[in-house]
């Protein structure tokens, strides 16, 4: 299938509720990871689904579940152009050995750099300004096409993400997160099983790998994503506001 198959027109996009996302959660409830993803990739998703990764610390689990059932699904990576150098060489050198065909790169809009972070520390003053604009408005305009993407978010990495769904509406779209109830032994396995290779900042302590100015090293007995924003009291980029499945969002 060519990518031009995939490419949608935005005014044929399926709108998905919270009661969408409820209805698949009670279907799939039970049924692991990689069948789920099966059963959704080559039937009523195909072509409309995105994996969004930040080809960090555990993203090559759900890349690689992904590429063994189809490697023409799109892969979207944020560019927020405050990554660690060993992130981009990371993401460059697992896409080839996956063997995707359509890795997508979306970087903020210099319009709105130039506007709002002319010195580019953001950052430094305002954290969630600074992820609206190098993470947010990107992945949406990557998410456009698409009726539903995939996320690799995990319950056990923090307190705020322990009660994750494996399904959410999200702005319309259907939102997957397949590996929500997986743990770090189970996603051990999956590496050392498949022979994956490991974000080389792991070793160097890093459990949760983002921008390289607000990721710092975690401590043991830390949440794996203690070293994200450390000092702030925020905890997400703002991608990912959970919505258990069944519960509208407040607007």
């Not at 080809?55 to 990576?77: C, K, N, W, Y």
């Amino acid at each position: 299938m060519g990518e031009p198959a995939r490419i949608l027109d935005t005014i044929d996009l399926r709108l998905f509720t919270a009661a969408d996302a409820a209805d698949y959660e009670a279907r799939f409830a039970g049924v692991p990871a990689p069948a789920m993803l099966a059963e959704l990739l080559v039937g009523e998703l195909a072509g409309h689904v995105a994996a969004v990764s930040s080809f960090g610390a555990e993203s090559a689990v759900l890349l690689h579940m992904v590429a063994q059932i189809d490697r023409d699904v799109p892969v979207v990576f944020t560019n927020t152009q405050k990554m660690f150098g060993e992130t981009l060489a990371y993401r460059d050198e697992l896409a080839e050995r996956l063997g995707f065909t359509d890795l997508r790169v979306f970087r903020p809009n210099p319009r709105l750099l130039r506007a709002k972070d002319a010195t580019g520390l953001r950052w430094s003053y305002d954290p969630d300004g600074c992820c609206d604009l190098r993470k947010v408005e990107p992945l949406r305009r990557a998410l456009a096409p698409f009726d539903a993407w995939i996320s690799g978010r995990k319950g056990f990495q923090s307190g705020t993400r322990r009660a994750l769904p494996r399904f959410e509406a999200d702005e319309g779209r259907l939102k997957i997160n397949p590996l929500a109830d997986w743990d770090k032994t189970a996603l051990d396995a999956y590496f050392a099983e498949h022979d994956l290779p490991r974000h080389p900042l792991e070793a160097e302590g890093y459990a949760s790998i983002g921008c390289a100015p607000c990721t710092s090293k975690v401590r043991p007995g830390e949440d794996p994503r203690a070293g994200r924003w450390r000092g702030w009291d925020k905890t997400e980029c703002g991608i990912h506001v959970a919505h258990p499945a069944g519960e509208e969002p407040v607007v």
